[in-house]
């Protein structure tokens, strides 16, 4: 299934993946009704929900919002829908739980109008912290030496994946690290922009499954040309580290 709403051409798709997600839907949509600029479209691709999902998104008329609903293989699958449809020059991952804070929107077209760049990262607000981008050392942070998260901080130019493909469905739990990882590895363009954009929630697959997590971060160091041996330290301490959690 799928619906469309004034599909114009903003600046900014904000992009979002769902699965049964009624009972957290209302708080990103309410977010979303808040932003002060409200040039941006929201994508949502589904994964054929049996809940009320798809009953709740068809209520919002105050958004320009598009919807597909079908059967996939998981988030990524549905993030590269949901990239696919988007019609802006760049987009946002929310999942479901997330939310924006009110200027957010606001602040993120401002980056872009400002500069001609490939991503730009502003900090996120999660577990009672505000998280930023890390120090420069992708060895040791992946990613995260380059953006501060995937979802709700960081403004992606969708003409990317181009160059770069869409997120891999060789890492279920990390593909958006391996894209991610790659692009800052190539010397991409990216602004960190000093405003904080939302709520990520880290009660996602990720957040629960310590050890997969650990794994694929380990699996993404190595496919993205990371030293072998430092990778297996850096592993084996982040597993010890995180024993109690496993």
Same mark, same amino acid.
């Given at each position: 299934?799928?619906?469309?709403?004034?599909?114009?051409?903003?600046?900014?798709? #904000?992009?979002? *993946?769902?699965?049964?997600?009624?009972?957290?839907? $209302?708080?990103?949509?309410?977010?979303?009704? +808040?932003?002060?600029?409200?040039? &941006?479209?929201?994508?949502?691709?589904?994964?054929?929900?049996?809940?009320?999902?798809?009953?709740?998104?068809?209520?919002?008329? @105050?958004?320009?919002?598009? =919807?597909?609903?079908?059967?996939?293989? /998981?988030?990524?699958?549905? +993030?590269?829908?949901?990239?696919?449809?988007?019609?802006?020059?760049?987009? +946002? =991952?929310?999942?479901?739980?997330?939310?924006?804070?009110?200027?957010?929107?606001?602040?993120?077209?401002?980056? =872009?109008?400002?500069?001609?760049? @490939? #991503?730009?990262? *502003?900090?996120?607000? *999660?577990?009672? !912290?505000?998280? %930023?981008?890390?120090? $420069?050392? $992708?060895?040791?942070?992946?990613?995260?030496?380059?953006? %501060? %998260?995937?979802?709700?901080?960081? *403004?992606?130019?969708?003409?990317?994946?181009?160059?770069?493909?869409?997120? %891999?469905?060789? &890492?279920?739990?990390?593909?958006?690290?391996?894209?991610?990882?790659?692009?800052?590895?190539?010397?991409?363009? !990216?602004?960190?922009?000093?405003?904080?954009? /939302?709520? &990520?929630?880290?009660?996602?697959?990720?957040?629960?499954? !310590?050890?997969?997590?650990?794994?694929?971060?380990?699996?993404?160091?190595?496919?993205?040309?990371?030293?072998?041996?430092?990778?297996?330290? !850096?592993?084996?301490?982040? +597993?010890?580290?995180?024993?109690?959690?496993?």
């Amino acid at each position: 299934m799928t619906s469309d709403i004034n599909r114009n051409k903003p600046t900014l798709s #904000i992009i979002t *993946a769902t699965y049964n997600a009624a009972s957290v839907l $209302p708080r990103l949509i309410e977010s979303l009704r +808040l932003q002060t600029d409200q040039d &941006f479209e929201w994508v949502v691709a589904d994964g054929a929900s049996s809940d009320n999902t798809l009953e709740l998104l068809a209520q919002v008329k @105050d958004l320009n919002l598009a =919807v597909d609903s079908r059967p996939d293989f /998981g988030i990524y699958d549905a +993030l590269n829908r949901a990239v696919t449809m988007a019609s802006g020059k760049y987009y +946002l =991952v929310l999942g479901a739980d997330d939310r924006l804070f009110p200027e957010a929107v606001a602040a993120f077209r401002s980056a =872009v109008d400002d500069s001609d760049v @490939d #991503i730009i990262t *502003a900090k996120v607000f *999660a577990d009672g !912290i505000v998280h %930023s981008v890390r120090r $420069p050392w $992708p060895w040791l942070y992946g990613q995260f030496a380059y953006v %501060s %998260s995937h979802a709700v901080g960081t *403004a992606i130019r969708k003409g990317l994946h181009e160059k770069f493909g869409l997120y %891999s469905h060789r &890492f279920p739990m990390a593909a958006d690290q391996y894209f991610l990882k790659k692009v800052g590895d190539s010397g991409a363009n !990216i602004v960190k922009a000093d405003f904080v954009a /939302g709520e &990520f929630s880290t009660e996602g697959t990720s957040g629960n499954d !310590i050890l997969g997590a650990l794994t694929e971060c380990f699996r993404v160091q190595l496919a993205t040309g990371e030293h072998r041996f430092f990778q297996l330290v !850096i592993f084996l301490a982040r +597993l010890f580290k995180n024993y109690r959690r496993l």
